[in-house]
């Protein structure tokens, strides 16, 4: 089973940064993909980022801009820098990793527990 570790969520305000960590228990070059998904308090649980095999990165419309997903492969770590950020990004992030294609488009195959990310002036 790999352990997947979410950190750095916190308080931030309106315009402010934060980066979040996910450090995962195997080497992450073994998964398809690296993504951080957000659950806002309504429930609603969104996609925003994901980072592929070859490099390559997606952000959501509602990230784009201001959020940057990066990997270092070393560390076994995905990052969540996060910049203007808004009210409305306030969720608890999620870390999540798929190992084929396949699963990527299903819910991926590990989870983290989720760092709480609270916007407040």
């Known amino acids: 089973q790999v352990q997947v570790v979410e950190s750095g969520g916190g308080l931030v305000q309106p315009g402010g940064s934060l980066r979040l960590s996910c450090v995962a228990s195997?080497?992450?070059?073994?998964?398809?993909?690296v993504r951080w998904y957000r659950q806002t308090p309504a429930g609603h649980r969104e996609l925003i980022a994901s980072?592929?095999?070859?490099?390559?990165?997606w952000h959501s419309d509602s990230v784009k801009g201001r959020f940057t997903i990066s990997r270092d492969n070393v560390k076994n770590t995905v990052y969540l820098q996060m910049n203007s950020v808004k009210p409305e990004d306030a969720a608890v992030y999620y870390c999540?990793?798929?190992?084929?294609?396949?699963?990527?488009?299903?819910?991926?195959?590990?989870w983290g527990q989720g760092t709480q990310v609270t916007v407040s002036s």
């Open positions: 999540n990793l798929a190992r084929t294609i396949h699963t990527a488009l299903k819910n991926g195959d590990y």
């Open positions: 195997e080497n992450i070059t073994s998964f398809f993909a």
């Open positions: 980072a592929n095999e070859g490099d390559l990165t």
